[in-house]
């Protein structure tokens, strides 16, 4: 990858794991944005939101006034079958899409005051994603995925490598960082993309079904992974899954169905169960987790 600017060319503009950037790329550099002095401990809030889509003549309610927050450091994962609104919420979290009511705060910003450039590099500069698909850039190395937000953001090389290098050793890729995609494992591909997530140091991290496409010991070792950044480096990470490895792994669980928030529970560490909820209602709950 170039040392210089990026270039405003069709591959870095369409592709799946990034939002689409205006076609001047004259902000790649995020201006600096302020975190609001009361916003010690909450990080992001979710006030009576909700989600209408309209297809033809019928309204799809995707989300009906959810209420939540997030703290600092959250580990914490949206459950729910098919259509329970998890990936909904996860998109409007991550700046991909807009409310129809309601609002989120993330850092003391409320995200639907934003224009659409300004929402762009308030992405650029708070939110990680990792994808089900891994979405990496098939004519890119595993080094430069995994720098890729850095460039964006205009990280000078030197200190783009500074930080990628030991997170690439840190996921067990020092000797496949020069590989392309289509010669990596899902598993490896995978942790290409949670360092390219964490490497710019995000506010929030969010995973839409992580494990999905990885096989049970891969899927185990990802989760252990993110656990341990999230311990090592405070990174608040939302996970939208139905997995129970996932749901096993994570400190938080929010429960939803229908667009509305079910149960919102944290995990005893001692018992692995939400507090105050027994074995035997988890189960009627949410089967997988039996």
């Known amino acids: 990858m170039s040392n210089g600017r990026l270039a405003c060319s069709p591959i870095f503009l369409s592709i799946g794991a990034w939002p689409v950037l205006p076609s001047s790329c004259s902000f790649l550099t995020p201006e600096p944005i302020e975190a609001d002095d009361d916003m010690t401990d909450k990080l992001i809030e979710v006030n009576n939101l909700s989600k209408v889509y309209t297809q033809g003549k019928v309204q799809v309610h ?33 700046c991909l899409d807009r409310p129809s009511s309601g609002s989120i705060s993330i850092d003391g910003r409320v995200l639907g005051a934003m224009g659409k450039s300004e929402s762009a590099r308030f992405r650029l500069a708070k939110v990680g994603f990792i994808f089900q698909a891994y979405n990496l850039i098939p004519v890119l190395s595993a080094y430069e995925n995994a720098e890729f937000t850095l460039y964006l953001q205009g990280v000078p090389a030197a200190q783009r490598r500074a930080r990628v290098i030991p997170l690439m050793e840190r996921v067990g890729l020092a000797e496949l960082m020069h590989r392309k995609p289509h010669e990596m494992s899902g598993g490896q591909q995978q942790r290409v993309a949670v360092v390219r997530a964490i490497a710019s140091m995000p506010a929030v991290v969010l995973a839409d079904e992580p494990t999905a496409n990885l096989d049970s010991e891969s899927a185990q070792g990802l989760l252990d992974l993110l656990a ?42 001692d018992h692995w169960e939400y507090a105050g909820e027994s074995a035997t209602e988890r189960a009627k709950a949410e089967p997988g987790l039996s």
Request: net charge positive; charged share 25%.
């Open 62 to 94: 995707a989300l009906r006034g959810v209420e939540l927050s997030f703290a600092r450091g959250d580990f914490a994962a949206l459950a729910g079958p098919s259509g329970s609104g998890k990936s909904t919420l996860l998109n409007l979290i991550g």
């Open 228 to 269: 341990e950044l999230n311990v090592e480096h405070g990174i608040s990470l939302i996970l939208a899954s139905h997995d129970p490895l996932v749901l096993r792994g994570v400190r938080r669980v929010i429960r939803l169905r229908d667009g509305q928030v079910l149960k919102d529970g944290h995990l005893d560490s």
